[in-house]
């Protein structure tokens, strides 16, 4: 059964901003409970862009994500690669001017590899949203303006 999860969270920091901090993974540890972020492989056309692996470091767990859609100042999305037990895992942060601030959407899909486990990943990734959420909006309204 497909597991859907959306958060959301208001700043006053530009959708340029916030966009830039969620593309440069060397920004992760400042605003998430990552102990650390970075490009595992880069993207064919820029390191940072559409085909990059980012590696995702907390504690002893390491996560692979790839980044399959960049629409500059307005979205986000990547796939989890491993080693989440989900399968078609697909994040998407959308971003939507507000006045001088920024919507913050992140919506999550994924289907449990084990039947009867989804809604304890659901709410175990709905917490880890929720407080990244929050953590990039505070740190987004904080950080200079990039400008678009």
């Known amino acids: ?17 916030v966009f830039a ?6 920004t992760w540890a400042t605003w998430s409970a990552m102990d650390s972020a970075e490009v595992a492989t880069p993207g064919p056309g820029e390191p940072l862009g559409v085909g990059s692996v980012r590696l995702h ?3 002893r767990t390491r996560g692979y994500d790839e980044i399959v859609e ?11 690669l491993r080693p989440l ?5 697909r994040g998407d942060v959308d971003l939507e001017p507000v006045g001088e601030g920024t919507r913050i959407v992140w919506s999550v899909q994924f289907r449990p590899k084990y ?6 990943w659901r ?5 880890m949203l929720a407080s990244m959420i929050a953590g990039l909006a505070e740190h987004a309204a904080r950080a200079p303006s990039t400008g678009s």
């Open 85 to 89: 037990p989900v399968r078609d895992y």
């Open 21 to 26: 901090l969620l593309k440069d993974p060397a």
């Open 57 to 59: 470091v907390r504690g």
């Open 115 to 120: 039947p009867g486990t989804g809604w304890v």
């Open 123 to 127: 709410a175990g990734i709905r917490r």
């Open 1 to 17: 059964m497909v597991q859907n999860i959306r958060v959301e969270a208001t700043t006053t920091a530009p959708p340029s901003t």
């Open 70 to 80: 960049l629409v500059p100042d307005r979205r986000f999305s990547y796939v989890h």
